[in-house]
């Protein structure tokens, strides 16, 4: 059940959207996409340096065409001021998971192996489950939550992916 | 200090506006207080606000400017939606000015409320609410700024009730010179390496065909268009909202393309070693089927827009920037070129496939053109409703400027023709507005006769009265196995009889003869509008035709018209676009030989 949903579709990019910060502008932006068909897999909107400018982080599913048309019409939007894909990019990847998963007491041992293999982090704990904390990649996610499905995982919430160009490449 | 309300209309001024087409309400009552003691801008006051949207669309497209339409909250501006997605679907630049409840009760669900700027963001180039009088002359600057750069569209203000009353110490020069948007910046230079390739493909090309859409209206390239059409004797053919870059008269003009485009233009673009599409968007009704449209084509793409580049066909010579400035640059780049063998076969196609109705003394639309057409010298702005009567204007209408055809292309908007022609009128005093209508369209805003008679406009509308709806008929016999789902007009008004009601002067005529007599007495009225109501038959069809999503190996032209006729299973069917092709799938495959059978399903 986990990986189905986790997986990552097949074609997926990652896209980042500087957009004007006025109220709005996620209706625009998610109005968009919906008109033209388009899917998200993820969308985080967030601050940025500057208190003016917002930042989306999109993962989209789609062939090239798909992607360029996504980038072009996005572009097209008046508040957005720079749209740019990670095709041809290297670029750091994160996310951040809270994983709420059943810990009956025989299993504990198991499950905080696994976090620490992870690198995760309990930062919840009652006398049946623990909430988890991890960060990384999308893969490192599904996987880690993959391996906790077997002890049955009550929630999740993942923030989705932000991204940034490694180097001194800027969005 | 001065009111919102007349900041707001003094911003309209330094851009021009002459005209403004609107209806009042209570949201809007200091804008209407304003506009009492106005001079400089003339309000029309219209029935609906539908018609005002539209008014300053056929306005915007009568002129090359921008039309402006105002309208109260709620249901005042949710009355616009349609005239503004017919706008946008076309490009016409258009603002909207709409009242807006108070600001402290927006998302209290007021009186009159309704979330316009939300309502209108897919059909709107941007929008923008005013939250304080401080806002408005930068906001109409911008307005104005983005409705008519780039590609053009509507824009939408709204104004709070509270915002139009609020005072702020205002004069003329504090109006922004140029708006400033950074986020906003349209490429009007193509590129350089571009345009020498497609001047180079043009010149290398054995049969090339230039495909010339809405976009080179908008630009106002005519000229450059033709300069480049003459110098290398290449035809033209236009897209329906095209119509008029070229005079269709012109040796060069091969007329529109498509799915009811003559079959000499759709043989060449399919036959075509090259196809240079100026302002053009590759359009369904273009194209059919999008893998048999040009197959053979290297295909060269100016448009404004670069999300129109590569969004159906992916071209060869890609080139983004405004299409005047793009083919200036060019220009210098293209070579003289002879007439060629390939335009011989192009003619020949045209004398073996020519557009033709029957001459049997009966009134046909096609006769009701060409005769309006031949009256008034081909030079007459012409608006028109949507359905076959709106293909056998685009056929038959011979067009020789551009902003002399207004049509709702890319929406295709029943109602559209009468206020599209009132605000043509009001735009162009000196012009003759013909409105070609059919009898459903007519109905759908009819009101707006009252609003030409008012104001003393001219308009010449001939209603196609085939007491049916007639596309949606024809499609219903060729592809639904002739069940004529309710598209009987029948029941219909004596349109004689409403024109009088309405103080204008109705005619009918069910002859040529009659039609010609109808004619020369309607060209003789200069006070009001004129309504003849054309009877024509009932089973008249649009023809050629290409189905839809196919190519056009499957045209069909008058000859054959039995060969259409197909009878397919579709009982218990819900109606979808699915069905739609499989039906058309059977169609083809019945006339290839195949059984439906195999086919189906």
Not at chain 2, 34 to 44: F, M
Request: charged content about 25%; aromatic content about 6%.
């Amino acid at each position: 059940m986990a990986a189905s949903l986790t997986r990552r579709a097949p074609q997926t990019h990652v896209i980042t959207a500087l957009v004007g910060n006025h109220p709005g502008v996620l209706a625009r932006v998610a109005g968009l996409f919906a008109r033209r068909g388009y899917n998200i897999e993820s969308l985080t909107v967030s601050v940025t340096e500057d208190p003016d400018v917002s930042r989306m982080t999109i993962v989209v599913a789609g062939d090239q065409l798909v992607l360029e048309q996504i980038t072009k019409q996005l572009h097209k939007l008046i508040e957005v001021i720079r749209v740019a894909d990670y095709v041809d990019a290297p670029t750091v990847e994160r996310e951040l998971g809270l994983i709420k998963v059943r810990a009956e007491p025989k299993d504990r041992g198991e499950i905080m192996q696994i976090v620490e293999v992870f690198r995760g982090r309990i930062i919840d704990m009652s006398d049946r489950t623990f909430v988890i904390e991890v960060t990384g990649s999308v893969e490192k996610l599904d996987k880690m939550a993959e391996l906790l499905s077997s002890y049955g995982i009550r929630e999740m919430v993942r923030t989705g992916v932000i991204a940034m160009a490694r180097g001194s490449r800027t969005a | 200090m001065k009111t919102g309300a007349r900041i707001l209309l003094e911003c309209l001024r330094l851009e021009g506006v002459r005209h403004v087409f609107g209806y009042p309400g209570g949201a809007a009552l200091p804008l209407y207080d304003a506009l009492y003691d106005e001079k400089q801008i003339e309000h029309i006051l219209v029935r609906h606000e539908q018609g005002a949207a539209h008014m300053a669309d056929g306005y915007a497209r009568a002129t090359g400017g921008v039309g402006v339409c105002l309208a109260t909250s709620g249901p005042g501006a949710t009355n616009l939606v349609t005239g503004l997605a017919t706008a946008y679907m076309d490009s016409i630049p258009v603002v909207a000015i709409t009242g807006q409840v108070r600001t402290h009760a927006i998302g209290k669900d007021a009186f009159q409320e309704a979330d316009i700027t939300g309502i209108t963001i897919p059909i709107t180039k941007h929008n923008f609410l005013v939250k304080r009088v401080e806002e408005i002359p930068e906001t109409i600057s911008k307005a104005f700024h983005i409705a008519r750069s780039g590609r053009p569209g509507p824009v939408l203000v709204d104004v709070p009730l509270d915002v139009s009353l609020a005072k702020m110490a205002w004069d003329p020069s504090m109006y922004p010179d140029k708006a400033d948007i950074p986020t906003y910046k349209p490429t009007t230079r193509g590129h350089e390496v571009q345009i020498r390739r497609a001047a180079a493909a043009l010149d290398e090309a054995q049969c090339p065909v230039l495909y010339v859409g809405g976009g080179a209206v908008l630009s106002g390239a005519e000229a450059e268009v033709r300069e480049l059409a003459e110098r290398t004797n290449t035809l033209v053919t236009t897209s329906l909202m095209g119509k008029g870059i070229i005079d269709e008269h012109h040796p060069l003009s091969i007329g529109m393309l498509g799915m009811h485009g003559t079959a000499y233009a759709n043989h060449a673009v399919h036959n075509c070693d090259l196809l240079f599409a100026i302002g053009a968007r590759f359009d369904d009704r273009v194209t059919g089927k999008v893998d048999r449209f040009a197959p053979r084509a290297r295909v060269v793409h100016i448009d404004v827009d670069p999300a129109e580049i590569g969004k159906v066909r992916v071209p060869e010579v890609p080139i983004v920037g405004d299409i005047k400035t793009v083919l200036a640059a060019m220009l210098p780049h293209v070579k003289p070129k002879p007439w060629s063998a390939w335009n011989d076969q192009i003619m020949e196609w045209k004398s073996e496939f020519p557009l033709v109705y029957p001459s049997d003394g009966r009134l046909y639309a096609e006769y009701v053109i060409e005769m309006m057409g031949q009256a008034t010298n081909w030079e007459a702005i012409m608006t028109t409703d949507v359905g076959q009567h709106q293909m056998w204007a685009a056929q038959y209408y011979k067009c020789r400027r551009p902003h002399q055809w207004i049509t709702s292309g890319g929406l295709g908007t029943m109602g559209f023709g009468l206020p599209a022609a009132i605000g043509a009128q009001v735009s162009s005093p000196g012009t003759r507005v013909l409105c070609l209508s059919g009898d459903g369209s007519f109905q759908m805003c009819t009101q707006e006769l009252m609003t030409a008679t008012v104001y003393g406009l001219p308009i010449i509308v001939a209603i196609v009265n085939n007491r049916s709806l007639g596309m949606v008929r024809q499609w219903q016999e060729l592809f639904y196995q002739e069940r004529y789902s309710h598209v009987d007009l029948q029941a219909s008004p004596d349109f004689v009889k409403l024109t009088e009601a309405y103080g204008g002067f109705g005619l009918r005529a069910e002859t040529p003869e009659e039609f010609r007599n109808a004619l020369s007495k309607a060209l003789e009225v200069r006070d009001r509008p004129v309504v003849i109501d054309c009877v024509v038959p009932t089973e008249e069809n649009v023809y050629p035709m290409i189905p839809a999503g196919q190519s056009v190996d499957e045209m069909r032209i008058r000859e054959n018209l039995e060969e259409l006729k197909v009878t397919v299973d579709t009982e218990g069917e819900e109606w979808s676009f699915d069905r739609e092709e499989r039906v058309l799938e059977q169609f083809v495959a019945l006339r290839k030989g195949g059984s439906s059978a195999e086919r189906g399903s």
